[in-house]
Every structure is written in C-alpha cells, then in structure tokens.
C-alpha cells in the first residue's frame, strides 16, 4: 500500500460530479469544486513505483473515525508531480491517477467534507 497525508482548507466543496482531486497547493479557491485535499504529500516517483503492475486501484481517505474507498482503474500514463485526479469517466491525462471510478467528490460523505473544509485538520489517503 501507498499512503500520504492531505490537509483541508476552507474553500473545499467536494461538489464535482465526476471528479475528485487532491493537490499539492496550499491554497485553492472554490472553483476547484473537485478538491478534497491541499499541501498532498506524496512523491511521484514513489507512487509510479508501487503502481507499475497494478489495474484496480482503491483510493481510501481516512479522518476522524470517517471512510470512503474509490474503486477504479489505474492509468499508466499519470505523470503529475502536483495532482492527483480520479475520474468516473475514462478521460485520461498525465493528471489522471484513475478511471472509471466508482465516486467522484460528491458522492464523498458530507460529514468527510466538513471535516476537510477546516485548514488545521489531516486526512490520510491509502492507495491501494
């Protein structure tokens, strides 16, 4: 398993219907309605790495005693040093971790949400 941590911000939605995102900037604004994490902590080179022979993929955060899990497929062509993006569509870019997913950021429960819209808390997100 691969895990790193994401840190909530105030501008956090988590209303996109077909995308989820987590990103390496520290501040985002509210048209990123896909994001659920900021200042993401993972190294490309060690995620490609543990990746490499994988297809399905589960992407699961994990705060305050919350869960969600995202099934999808993993895309070999992701290459992003500064985001990670799941989609349920099987749109693929150098941006694009996963496909066909199960979730995007609004099926993220609202309770998980809130919690990620306050800057002081962290969230652990597990692939898988």
Known sequence: MF???IYGHKNILGTHQKTIE???DSEVSR???CIVGVRAEYSLTELKDYLRNCNEISVIIEADN???EIICYYNKVF???HEIVVRKSDFISRRTLGTNAN???IDISRRLIDYL???KNK???TIR
Do not use: C, I, M, Q
């Open 3 to 5: 895990t790193f941590s």
């Open 22 to 24: 987590f990103t390496k």
């Open 31 to 33: 048209k990123g309605d």
């Open 66 to 68: 919350l869960k969600e």
């Open 79 to 81: 290459n992003d040093l």
């Open 103 to 105: 979730k995007a950021a």
């Open 117 to 119: 819209k306050n800057p």
């Open 123 to 125: 969230a652990k997100v």
